[in-house]
Structure formats: structure tokens, C-alpha cells
């Protein structure tokens, strides 16, 4: 079941177990601070793309942010620099991105 309204909240979960700033995010997905604050506040949607781009980086399926019944398993890493780039944001969420469909595949070849 598609739940928009939850969407928001999910991702400020997500941010802030991360200990990512508003800012940061904005960076990574080149818009404004105040946008991201209007969508966690559920004020705004996200275009597909940004919403992809979130799903990747933070190692979690589209489905998890918009559907009640879609778990969160994440996928462990540690960011240990002061200082991090929107380049540092775009590696993480290709290799979440590689990590996601390994485990897809994986997956798909216990059911099979």
C-alpha cells in the first residue's frame, strides 16, 4: 500500500541515524536546504530521481519510503571523515546501489 505521507518521516529517520545534516543532503541532491526541510516536514514530494538517489544512499529500496509493508534492512557502513563531499555522497550510493542488487540477486536465487 502507497503511504506519501510517511515518506518524509522515513527519510528524517534515515538522515539523522546517519548524523547527516539538512545541508548535506541538499548538496548531495543539488537543491536548497529549505526544500529538504519542507519534505521531511511532508510539505513536498520528491521527484522520482531524488527519490532514487536517497533510495541508493542510504542502501534502502523506493518501496521502503512509499509502502507501510516494505522492510528496512540497512546496509552497514561508517563515514568517518569531518568533511564530507557531494563526490563522498555520490560513491556511497553506488556502492549501496551494487550492494542492493547483490542482495536482490541473492535472493532471487534462494527462491529459484
Not at 41 to 64: H, M, P, T, V, W
Not at 85 to 94: V, Y
Request: glycine letters at 4%; aromatic letters at 10%.
Amino acid at each position: 500500500m502507497l503511504n506519501f505521507n510517511s515518506v518524509g518521516e522515513k527519510f528524517k529517520k534515515l538522515r539523522e541515524e546517519s548524523g547527516l545534516t539538512q545541508g548535506q543532503i541538499a548538496e548531495y541532491l543539488s537543491v536548497n536546504q529549505s526544500y529538504i526541510s519542507r519534505y521531511e516536514k511532508n510539505e513536498r514530494q520528491l521527484s522520482a530521481d531524488l527519490l532514487e538517489k536517497l533510495s541508493n544512499f542510504f542502501g534502502c529500496s523506493i518501496d521502503y519510503f512509499t509502502s507501510d509493508d516494505s522492510p528496512y534492512s540497512p546496509l552497514p557502513f561508517a563515514l568517518r571523515a569531518t568533511c564530507i563531499t557531494s563526490e563522498d555522497f555520490e560513491t556511497i550510493a553506488a556502492i549501496n546501489k551494487i550492494a542492493l542488487n547483490l542482495r536482490d540477486m541473492e535472493n532471487i536465487s534462494k527462491e529459484g
